[in-house]
T-cell receptor
Framework: SQQGEEDPQALSIQEGENATMNCSYKTSINNLQWYRQNSGRGLVHLILIRSNEREKHSGRLRVTLDTSKKSSSLLITASRAADTASYFCATDLAGTYKYIFGTGTRLKVLA | DAGVIQSPRHEVTEMGQEVTLRCKPISGHDYLFWYRQTMMRGLELLIYFNNNVPIDDSGMPEDRFSAKMPNASFSTLKIQPSEPRDSAVYFC???????????????FGPGTRLTVL
């Protein structure tokens, strides 16, 4: 089945550095979303990028989408300790409202 | 708005018992999703509803699992009988489709941590 695979699985950086996470998927999509999950909490939506968009910004977040490579990246600039969380990409199954979530990247930002 | 509400937050039960998880979506949202999250399998979509009607239940693992949405403000996920391998965190999420029929973000509840002994 279609699934997003995040890379790396885990990432540890110092506060102030940039964090980049990648997501690859298997089939055509209408859009791709990124979510954050703090330990013991539900997922929180960060940003949505549509298949006809190549780049999108939201505050310190920058998302790119390359549909030819079936991949997306999430960049968090000037990271903070509060950014410590797991990050997931979610891709839609064309023609439905069904989303498949990736395996996630565990980000740890050291103060 | 209080967001998506799930109850209970934690549930510990013994194998063979019936378990009922509850969800109240955000008012006005027309899509409701049930997910299960485990370390081994990640986040899996179990079933989703549109305007209280189940659209896709292909993710429901077995007949022991059933879900209902009797009205726009309430949904249940039932496991009967429960087994230890059902131990997981179960999330409910809701969403509102745009007028253009495009996709919107999903709002997740805090989850129910289920432990089956």
């Amino acid at each position: 089945s279609q699934q997003g695979e995040e890379d790396p699985q885990a990432l540890s950086i110092q506060e102030g550095e940039n964090a980049t996470m990648n997501c690859s998927y298997k089939t055509s999509i209408n859009n791709l979303q990124w979510y954050r999950q703090n330990s013991g909490r539900g997922l929180v939506h960060l940003i949505l990028i549509r298949s006809n968009e190549r780049e999108k910004h939201s505050g310190r977040l920058r998302v790119t989408l390359d549909t030819s490579k079936k991949s997306s990246s999430l960049l968090i600039t000037a990271s903070r300790a509060a950014d410590t969380a797991s990050y997931f990409c979610a891709t839609d199954l064309a023609g439905t409202y069904k989303y498949i979530f990736g395996t996630g990247t565990r980000l740890k930002v050291l103060a | 708005d209080a967001g998506v509400i799930q109850s209970p937050r934690h549930e510990v039960t013994e194998m063979g018992q019936e378990v009922t998880l509850r969800c109240k979506p955000i008012s006005g949202h027309d899509y409701l999703f049930w997910y299960r999250q485990t370390m081994m399998r990640g986040l899996e979509l179990l079933i989703y509803f549109n305007n209280n009607v189940p659209i896709d239940d292909s993710g429901m693992p077995e007949d022991r699992f059933s879900a209902k949405m009797p009205n726009a403000s309430f949904s249940t996920l039932k496991i009967q009988p429960s087994e230890p391998r059902d131990s997981a965190v179960y999330f409910c999420a809701s969403s509102l489709a745009t007028l253009a029929g495009t996709y919107n973000e999903q709002f997740f509840g805090p989850g129910t941590r289920l432990t089956v002994l």
